[in-house]
């Protein structure tokens, strides 16, 4: 009886810290607002902060951290710590916009890339689009946000009232809801067919699959593991994950697509860190779309309304858990 004791307690011992499961209840999710932004907290640790100045191009999330101070996310433009590769520099850690917006009958800067009919809210390219923060309500563990996205020389394109609503699933388990609100109040709105959207995140250099590292993977709910199994396909989640940091505990992160969303979505990841989940792109961006060229619209005064779900979690898919956290999402 003292053998088989021992050997169970040295199994105890062996779990990583973020896999032990304790009886005390979930960490409490806490929701400030902040001259700089808006803090998302599970107890005392920080999980995640939503960046609004007015100076930068959209709102965005940084940083995203799984386990206390370690950011599944990469910190590059906003930071410049570490090796992260400096590309892309509207890879912001984690954001929403589309990168052609077209605006019917409103007369808009051009973009500088030609390739954009309307407004390019996804780049930062020469006359970009730019996403403003306005306000933001808290009530419990839910915030409700409001933005103007505005063309290249500031006229208003649509309204969005985006709210996130903050849950603790676990121990070093947290989702965070978005509820997407679109309203073409000035003209009716088109979205342009461009794989340049649309709930995006740039993971860190050490998680994507370009690292070649065993722990790093790219899964989706249909069964695909990395790139070419999942890029352009249509999925309602797509998980990344992989070490926190050279040596580091393996975290992950997933981005949910409710299924009773009037769109599917589409996914544009990629090896060298991108997961982007995007209702718009047709046709023309994406193979799991063949045959669909309907553009999406607005008409002008009515609304588009969205849900996404964006799961922190330790460790990778498996043992974060994710297929079990969707289907809290998805209810």
Known sequence: MRATGGFIALLVLALPAWAEEKADPPAKARIEVTKDGIDFYAGSDLVTTYLTSSKQSKPYFYPVNPLP??????????????????????????????GDVIPEGMEVTKSGDKRVKGVDFWSEN?????????????????????????EPGGKKVMDETRTFTFEVL??????????????????????????????????????????GKAHNQMTDDKGGSGEKAVWGKVANWCDYSGPLGEGGPVGGITIFADPKNPIDTAWH??????????PFGRADSFPGRKGNT??????????????????????????????????????
Do not use: Q
């Not at 005064?301 to 297929?323: C, P, S, T, W």
């Open 294 to 331: 309907e553009l999406v619209k607005i008409a002008k005064g009515e609304h588009l309304k969205l849900r996404y779900g964006v799961f922190i979690h330790a460790g990778d898919a498996k043992d974060g858990k994710v297929a079990e956290a969707y289907k809290v999402f998805a209810k």
């Open 126 to 150: 020469k006359n970009h689009g730019k996403i403003v923060f306005l306000d933001a309500k808290v009530d419990g563990n839910k915030v409700v946000t409001r933005n103007e996205w505005r």
């Open 170 to 211: 676990g121990k070093n388990r947290y989702l965070i809801v978005f509820d997407i609100d679109l309203h073409a109040g000035e003209c009716p709105i088109t979205f342009g067919d461009t794989k340049e959207g649309s709930l995006g995140l740039r993971v860190r250099k050490t998680i994507a699959l370009e690292t």
């Open 69 to 98: 101070k370690l950011g599944v996310t990469r910190s590059w433009p906003i930071e410049d710590v570490g090796d992260e590769k400096k590309d892309h520099p509207h890879h912001r850690s984690l954001w929403f916009c589309h």
């Open 269 to 278: 990841s990629r090896g060298y860190g991108l997961m982007a989940a995007n």
